[in-house]
């Protein structure tokens, strides 16, 4: 084990650079994802048959094809036809293209999950279509929606698994690099901790994200509330009893 252990002291800085670029590619990834999953979400519910085929098409095809092959496309295909994209750029292309297709899906299932009891309120308004999303139906569908970004975002860092095979110097390949002066016993558990903790911190932020969306539509305590060491409250709004 002391072997071990100083063999992965010499190797910080290369799991450090490794842990680096795997969280630029989640947080570069998932914003990516995220831009995907709205318009392409809001574009396939349009009445338009053509913007709404295009977006179902859109959406079908990158979660139809795998995330390995869709990488390598951009990665080794494109450069033949003249496009030489960097290899962080092709990663974070790669995964916010694949998980924004199915991120799609979420938000239009979400928007569709809005009581219609709301949007029949925002037709007595007479609020406009574009008034009607942003300021009523969208906020709702963001907290319903919230959970199911938090499974896609997970997914995605795991994702970043894969983008040793186009150069990139990530945490697993680190982690194979390690092996090479470590028992692979040590190696990988030292990564499943590594990948652990920043998935965990990662669902962190998107709880305290809920909270924060719940809060603003009056479901539920702020996030101050939420951090501070007291009882919670129940449904009524009460302080619960111990």
């Known amino acids: 084990m002391g072997e071990n252990i100083a063999a992965l002291i010499g190797a910080l800085p290369l799991v ?3 842990v680096w670029i795997t969280i630029q590619l989640t947080i570069g990834g998932a914003l990516l994802a995220l831009l995907i999953a709205i318009g392409l979400g809001l574009l396939a519910r349009f009445e338009n048959i053509v913007l709404r085929g295009i977006a179902r098409a859109v959406i079908e095809f990158f979660r139809g094809t795998s995330l390995v092959v869709q990488l390598f496309w951009f990665f080794f295909v494109m450069p033949q036809i003249g496009v030489e994209l960097p290899a962080m750029f092709v990663g974070i292309l ?3 293209l694949n998980y924004g297709a199915y991120g ?3 938000v239009r299932g979400s928007i569709n999950s809005v009581p219609s009891g709301q949007w029949e309120a925002t037709t007595a308004l007479s609020m406009g279509s574009a008034q009607r999303m942003w300021r009523v139906i969208f906020p709702q569908a963001w907290a319903l929606m919230i959970p199911s970004l938090t499974n896609l975002l997970i997914q995605l860092l795991k994702g970043t ?3 040793s095979f186009i150069t990139l110097a990530d945490l697993t390949y680190a982690t194979d690099k390690l092996r090479n002066s470590t028992d692979t016993f040590f190696a990988y558990g030292v990564s499943l901790i590594i990948y652990f903790v920043i998935a965990y911190a990662l669902t962190l932020i998107m709880n305290a994200l809920e909270v924060h969306a719940k ?3 009056g479901r539920g305590e702020s996030l101050r509330e939420a951090l ?3 009882a919670p409250r129940s ?3 009460k302080a619960g009893v111990s």
């Open 16 to 18: 450090g650079e490794g």
């Open 94 to 96: 790669a995964l916010g």
């Open 104 to 106: 799609a899906e979420v």
């Open 161 to 163: 698994a894969i983008v």
């Open 215 to 217: 809060h603003k539509l």
């Open 228 to 230: 501070s060491f007291r």
């Open 235 to 237: 449904a009524g709004g």
